[in-house]
């Protein structure tokens, strides 16, 4: 099975079909047009034992098959497909020889051969600006049952384009990071209502309803479960922007989006950093017109400027996290009606060393956090994988070898006696 483009400017290609083809004029796609009339990411190409479909992922100008919109359809032989300015023609069989460098699928399993995937969504957990995020279970044959995270997308937001483009990208590109300190996605589907991915669930508690159980109990977070979280989180940033993709280049993917809320402590002691969802790619960051997005009261300086961002941006935040788990300070506030003022205090605003509010911390630990949130970026750790090294090297030099059973037993210790007190509290 194949495609040939017939007409537009890249007639004249043929192309043998695989399992999944993403085509659009984005870079991240399998197979990239040179149209301006195509979305980003226009549609996609499926092939199942009964033979291929094609969906269109809300196109701005659609996708139509023999002259007829469609949104979904089971294509047949000779079929002609125009997206955008592009007109394609679908081929089950052909006598043509291919072009140079494609080839043929493998023989074999191919295909959607293995079925759907199901999910019952259990308890919705939370709300956000893009969604809603439920706890589910995904099923399988024979009673199998796996238990996830599942983040729906608004509707509206569903409906544009732009927004859809940019979300099917970086999802497929987030499902390739595999460390033990990120969320794992698993899967990106579509349903009546929009987008969904599912992912890892963790069963624990957010960073910010940590600070928050501490701030209750009128304890400070330890100095060295601060430089422990921190080193966790850093070591996530370091393999995001460095890890490789498919064509052996580093993704340099920037989180955009780091704040208590994003980070997790599951029961086990593990430290996972969440959503992905408005993460960008450095080098792609340069070429687009930014926009803002992420939590205002943890974005740096070149973000809250709407300035290109590499993974210095994502230190710069992550700065702010360690320096409220050392001092339980947040030093941007934002308020309702007043987003401009407060992107204006983290453009010029002069931040005061951690002992301003906290005396007695060791002078490589006030030093580490002041260097991440220093305002020009290329005064800052090279990586976020220096900022890992330096938190362990004090930690080593403090003779404290923590471990995620550690984290786990003080976690749980601060839950039972956040517990214990509101229950006084309400007796």
């Given at each position: 099975m194949e495609l040939e483009v017939l007409e537009g400017p890249d007639a004249g290609i043929r192309i043998a079909l695989p399992p999944m083809l993403l085509v659009g004029r984005s870079g991240n796609n399998d197979l990239v047009l040179q149209d301006p009339a195509l979305s980003k990411v226009h549609c996609r190409f499926r092939m199942s034992g009964n033979g291929v479909t094609l969906t269109d992922l809300g196109s701005t100008n659609g996708t139509l098959v023999n002259g007829m919109t469609v949104l979904e359809c089971r294509l047949k032989d000779g079929d002609r497909i125009l997206v955008g300015d592009t007109l394609l023609q679908f081929h089950t069989h052909t006598d043509k020889p291919l072009s140079p460098g494609t080839q043929h699928a493998p023989q074999g399993l191919q295909g959607e051969v293995f079925g759907q995937i199901g999910y019952t969504l259990n308890r919705k957990i939370a709300d956000g600006g893009m969604g809603s995020i439920y706890e589910a279970v995904q099923f399988g044959a024979e009673g199998f049952e796996k238990r996830v995270a599942v983040k729906t997308i608004l509707p509206g937001l569903s409906e544009k384009d732009d927004f859809v483009s940019s979300f099917v990208a970086e999802a497929r590109l987030a499902a390739d990071l595999v460390h033990p300190n990120i969320v794992q996605i698993y899967h990106l589907g579509r349903y009546a209502g929009g987008y969904y991915i599912a992912m890892e669930y963790v069963d624990g508690i957010t960073l910010g309803h940590f600070l928050r159980m501490h701030k209750r109990l009128n304890i400070a977070v330890p100095v060295v479960w601060a430089v422990y979280l921190t080193s966790s989180v850093a070591r996530a940033l370091d393999y995001a922007y460095c890890h490789v993709d498919r064509h052996g280049d580093p993704m340099e993917m920037v989180h955009r989006d780091i704040s208590p809320n994003n980070i997790m402590i599951d029961r086990d002691g593990g430290v996972k950093l969440a959503d992905f969802g408005v993460a960008r790619i450095a080098r792609e960051s340069a070429k687009q017109d930014q926009e803002l997005v992420g939590c205002v009261e943890?974005?740096?300086?070149?973000?809250?400027?709407?300035?290109?961002?590499?993974?210095?941006?994502?230190?710069?935040?992550?700065?702010?996290?360690?320096?409220?788990?050392?001092?339980?300070?947040?030093?941007?506030?934002?308020?309702?009606?007043?987003?401009?003022?407060?992107?204006?205090?983290?453009?010029?605003?002069?931040?005061?060393?951690?002992?301003?509010?906290?005396?007695?911390?060791?002078?490589?630990?006030?030093?580490?956090?002041?260097?991440?949130?220093?305002?020009?970026?290329?005064?800052?750790?090279?990586d976020a994988g220096m900022v890992a090294d330096a938190c362990d090297a004090h930690l080593r030099l403090c003779g404290c070898l923590l471990t995620a059973a550690d984290l786990a037993a003080y976690t749980e210790d601060i839950v039972w006696q956040y517990a214990n007190e509101r229950e006084d509290h309400y007796v």
């Amino acid at each position: 099975m194949e495609l040939e483009v017939l007409e537009g400017p890249d007639a004249g290609i043929r192309i043998a079909l695989p399992p999944m083809l993403l085509v659009g004029r984005s870079g991240n796609n399998d197979l990239v047009l040179q149209d301006p009339a195509l979305s980003k990411v226009h549609c996609r190409f499926r092939m199942s034992g009964n033979g291929v479909t094609l969906t269109d992922l809300g196109s701005t100008n659609g996708t139509l098959v023999n002259g007829m919109t469609v949104l979904e359809c089971r294509l047949k032989d000779g079929d002609r497909i125009l997206v955008g300015d592009t007109l394609l023609q679908f081929h089950t069989h052909t006598d043509k020889p291919l072009s140079p460098g494609t080839q043929h699928a493998p023989q074999g399993l191919q295909g959607e051969v293995f079925g759907q995937i199901g999910y019952t969504l259990n308890r919705k957990i939370a709300d956000g600006g893009m969604g809603s995020i439920y706890e589910a279970v995904q099923f399988g044959a024979e009673g199998f049952e796996k238990r996830v995270a599942v983040k729906t997308i608004l509707p509206g937001l569903s409906e544009k384009d732009d927004f859809v483009s940019s979300f099917v990208a970086e999802a497929r590109l987030a499902a390739d990071l595999v460390h033990p300190n990120i969320v794992q996605i698993y899967h990106l589907g579509r349903y009546a209502g929009g987008y969904y991915i599912a992912m890892e669930y963790v069963d624990g508690i957010t960073l910010g309803h940590f600070l928050r159980m501490h701030k209750r109990l009128n304890i400070a977070v330890p100095v060295v479960w601060a430089v422990y979280l921190t080193s966790s989180v850093a070591r996530a940033l370091d393999y995001a922007y460095c890890h490789v993709d498919r064509h052996g280049d580093p993704m340099e993917m920037v989180h955009r989006d780091i704040s208590p809320n994003n980070i997790m402590i599951d029961r086990d002691g593990g430290v996972k950093l969440a959503d992905f969802g408005v993460a960008r790619i450095a080098r792609e960051s340069a070429k687009q017109d930014q926009e803002l997005v992420g939590c205002v009261e943890f974005m740096s300086p070149e973000q809250a400027a709407c300035m290109p961002l590499d993974g210095r941006s994502d230190q710069f935040a992550l700065g702010l996290v360690f320096y409220e788990l050392l001092t339980g300070i947040r030093i941007f506030r934002s308020t309702p009606g007043q987003l401009e003022k407060t992107l204006e205090e983290i453009k010029t605003a002069v931040i005061p060393p951690p002992q301003h509010y906290f005396d007695g911390l060791a002078e490589d630990v006030c030093a580490m956090v002041m260097k991440m949130l220093r305002k020009k970026p290329q005064d800052r750790y090279r990586d976020a994988g220096m900022v890992a090294d330096a938190c362990d090297a004090h930690l080593r030099l403090c003779g404290c070898l923590l471990t995620a059973a550690d984290l786990a037993a003080y976690t749980e210790d601060i839950v039972w006696q956040y517990a214990n007190e509101r229950e006084d509290h309400y007796v």
